[in-house]
């Protein structure tokens, strides 16, 4: 009996990630939306650090510096191991990771569990273990572990997990906590449901510290597709690692992709909801005043890396035809006993959204309860700044297209 128990013990182990890495949503900075293939280099690397740094991002919790795809040269070296294109990083990986070290950032690189990455350089298959070691000698901090290139196809689950797995146990081998991110999909069509990822018992928490619901969040339809996908999957988010709903996109001007101001808010507040990744993917060096007060919001971030680790819920969906064109509210409890409460207007007008009775029976408050209610971007009471357990709150979004309003509802203290 005592044999079999250990043996369950080890068959658990080597299935599982075992790097203490899922404590809370990583906080960051992803290359890809920002210098794509083309922008990949040292120089631009480094200034990225000392932006992370100079602006306050890094002190805000933005501490990991990902290289996506095309950090690396065409071909592996003599010995099989996979390096860094040697015209863009003339001084190599190893080099970069300490740079980035020296600035109190963590380092986060790219591959993929196929043949050759999105862009066709080289990839993972077969060189598993190799790979995670070359990793952990670099002191990598984070793994993003794509899906191109696979023999049998971008969903193919008994092959992708098995490889995926493969990475995985490459990095639990290496005793270096590498924070495993895979990015599912591959083929990247918004139609293709990854939502697997997460429920399939071989995915989620078994097999990586985040995974990807969703394809790439480009613009806003996008987006509204993976907050949509990541509402459906609320139970695995809150078991042993996140739902990755994709990187943030930013409204400053010179990004390649960006979402409207208001918008780019309403991710953010969304994102602190589904307690997911914060990575940064905007022109980071040129991020203007406005984004910048938006991810150094320090409310909203507390809501997302909140230590109960209990992801939010969509609680009320009002919808014209498609979940899209809707008002919702939006629920995410917190260690402190509060709830913060988003409020969204996805109309083409202004709106008002009422938390009734069916959005009061979702919350944990007792009915009659005398409630604070705080505006996280005003940094102060809201405009209702009371309410009463059980009893019609109404917020007013003298907008729609994306508008939301993010508040804390806290039990008063009766002295
Ligand atoms: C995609 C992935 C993107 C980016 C790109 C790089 O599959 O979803 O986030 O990593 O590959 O080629």
């Given at each position: 009996?005592?044999?079999?128990?250990?043996?369950?013990?080890?068959?658990?182990?080597?299935?599982?990630?075992?790097?203490?890495?899922?404590?809370?949503?990583?906080?960051?900075?992803?290359?890809?939306?920002?210098?794509?293939?083309?922008?990949?280099?040292?120089?631009?690397?480094?200034?990225?650090?000392?932006?992370?740094?100079?602006?306050?991002?890094?002190?805000?919790?933005f501490v990991y510096l990902n290289l996506d795809d095309c950090w690396m040269a065409p071909n592996r070296d003599a010995s099989?191991?996979?390096?860094?294109?040697?015209?863009?990083?003339?001084?190599?990986?190893?080099?970069?990771?300490?740079?980035?070290?020296?600035?109190?950032?963590?380092?986060?690189?790219?591959?993929?569990?196929?043949?050759?990455?999105?862009?066709?350089?080289?990839?993972?298959?077969?060189?598993?273990?190799?790979?995670?070691?070359?990793?952990?000698?670099?002191?990598?901090?984070?793994?993003?572990?794509?899906?191109?290139?696979?023999?049998?196809?971008?969903?193919?689950?008994?092959?992708?997990?098995?490889?995926?797995?493969?990475?995985?146990?490459?990095?639990?081998?290496?005793?270096?906590?590498?924070?495993?991110?895979?990015?599912?999909?591959?083929?990247?069509?918004?139609?293709?449901?990854?939502?697997?990822?997460?429920?399939?018992?071989?995915?989620?928490?078994?097999?990586?510290?985040?995974?990807?619901?969703?394809?790439?969040?480009?613009?806003?339809?996008?987006?509204?597709?993976?907050?949509?996908?990541?509402?459906?999957?609320?139970?695995?988010?809150?078991?042993?690692?996140?739902?990755?709903?994709?990187?943030?996109?930013?409204?400053?001007?010179?990004?390649?992709?960006?979402?409207?101001?208001?918008?780019?808010?309403?991710?953010?507040?969304?994102?602190?909801?589904?307690?997911?990744?914060?990575?940064?993917?905007?022109?980071?060096?040129?991020?203007?005043?406005?984004?910048?007060?938006?991810?150094?919001?320090?409310?909203?971030?507390?809501?997302?890396?909140?230590?109960?680790?209990?992801?939010?819920?969509?609680?009320?969906?009002?919808?014209?035809?498609?979940?899209?064109?809707?008002?919702?509210?939006?629920?995410?409890?917190?260690?402190?006993?509060?709830?913060?409460?988003?409020?969204?207007?996805?109309?083409r007008k202004s709106s008002s959204i009422v938390c009734g009775s069916d959005c009061w029976s979702e919350l944990p408050f007792?009915?009659?309860?005398?409630?604070?209610?705080?505006?996280?971007?005003?940094?102060?009471?809201?405009?209702?700044?009371?309410?009463?357990?059980?009893?019609?709150?109404?917020?007013?979004?003298?907008?729609?297209?994306?508008?939301?309003?993010?508040?804390?509802?806290?039990?008063?203290?009766?002295?």
């Amino acid at each position: 009996m005592a044999k079999l128990a250990v043996c369950l013990a080890l068959v658990k182990l080597g299935e599982s990630l075992d790097n203490g890495l899922s404590q809370a949503p990583p906080m960051g900075y992803n290359t890809w939306n920002d210098l794509g293939c083309k922008n990949m280099n040292e120089a631009n690397i480094k200034a990225v650090a000392n932006t992370l740094v100079d602006s306050g991002l890094r002190d805000a919790g933005f501490v990991y510096l990902n290289l996506d795809d095309c950090w690396m040269a065409p071909n592996r070296d003599a010995s099989g191991r996979l390096q860094g294109n040697p015209e863009t990083f003339p001084t190599g990986m190893k080099a970069l990771a300490d740079y980035i070290h020296s600035k109190g950032l963590k380092f986060g690189i790219y591959s993929d569990r196929g043949s050759a990455t999105c862009q066709g350089l080289p990839a993972s298959l077969g060189s598993e273990e190799l790979d995670a070691q070359t990793f952990a000698e670099w002191d990598v901090d984070y793994l993003k572990h794509d899906n191109c290139h696979s023999s049998t196809g971008p969903n193919d689950k008994d092959q992708l997990f098995k490889e995926f797995g493969l990475m995985r146990d490459g990095l639990n081998a290496t005793g270096r906590p590498i924070f495993y991110s895979v990015c599912g999909g591959g083929d990247n069509k918004p139609w293709s449901d990854i939502k697997y990822y997460a429920s399939d018992p071989r995915g989620g928490g078994a097999l990586a510290n985040s995974w990807r619901i969703s394809s790439d969040v480009v613009e806003w339809q996008s987006c509204q597709l993976a907050y949509l996908a990541d509402a459906e999957l609320t139970e695995y988010g809150s078991n042993g690692g996140f739902n990755d709903p994709d990187m943030l996109l930013g409204s400053s001007d010179g990004s390649a992709r960006s979402l409207t101001s208001v918008r780019s808010r309403s991710q953010f507040n969304l994102w602190a909801i589904l307690m997911a990744p914060l990575m940064i993917g905007a022109n980071i060096r040129e991020l203007d005043a406005y984004d910048l007060a938006t991810y150094t919001n320090k409310e909203v971030i507390a809501v997302n890396q909140d230590p109960m680790r209990k992801q939010g819920r969509l609680i009320v969906m009002n919808k014209v035809l498609v979940p899209q064109i809707s008002t919702s509210i939006w629920a995410r409890e917190l260690a402190s006993g509060n709830v913060a409460l988003l409020f969204m207007n996805n109309l083409r007008k202004s709106s008002s959204i009422v938390c009734g009775s069916d959005c009061w029976s979702e919350l944990p408050f007792e009915a009659g309860a005398a409630l604070d209610v705080r505006d996280l971007w005003s940094f102060g009471p809201a405009e209702t700044a009371s309410a009463v357990a059980g009893q019609d709150y109404q917020v007013d979004l003298s907008s729609g297209n994306g508008k939301s309003s993010l508040l804390i509802f806290s039990a008063r203290i009766i002295v």
